[in-house]
């Protein structure tokens, strides 16, 4: 999944990884993906960003598994109903008005320690990208890595 690689300054190192989704809240697990840019980067202290650039999708962490992300598409259906209306598909009739609001209640981008080279997780904390759009997308998804 890892694509286009782009060194930055001194202590710091960006890369991209690329995840083909199916939308409607698709729940992926990239833990692997971005602990792999954590070791390459070669940083063994610091701080690990990993963003979702655009405004229907979200990173976050959970159990990965079969009812902790039901549970989660669940509560984030509570909270914006795909069947609600909502401005933005009045103004621009893309329908996708709830994974807007779901993303800027998530959030597009979390931060984690790197120690020793490795990302800081709990046992049962993964990584993961959900994608709120209402139509399957290929979502690259940033990963830098500030540290000594």
């Known amino acids: 999944m890892v694509s286009s690689k782009t060194e930055g300054t001194m202590g710091a190192f960006s890369d991209d990884i690329s995840v083909s989704t199916k939308g409607f809240g698709d729940v992926v697990d990239i833990t692997p993906d971005v602990q792999e840019v954590v070791g390459r980067s070669g ?5 690990a960003c990993v963003a979702a ?3 229907t999708a979200g990173i976050t962490t959970i159990e990965f598994e079969d009812g902790a992300v039901r549970d989660l598409k669940e509560a984030l259906d509570r909270l914006a109903p795909m069947k609600q ?3 933005h598909d009045a103004r621009w009739g893309d329908g996708n008005g709830f994974a807007h609001v779901r993303s800027a209640l998530l959030g597009a981008s979390r931060s984690f320690p790197v120690q020793h080279g490795r ?9 993961v990208l959900i994608d709120f759009d209402n139509r399957p997308r290929d979502r690259r998804i940033v990963v830098q890595v500030v540290g000594d």
């Open 53 to 55: 650039p655009g405004s």
């Open 85 to 87: 209306h909502y401005h």
């Open 43 to 47: 940083i063994k202290s610091g701080i």
């Open 119 to 127: 990302l800081v997780l709990g046992t049962w904390q993964q990584v």
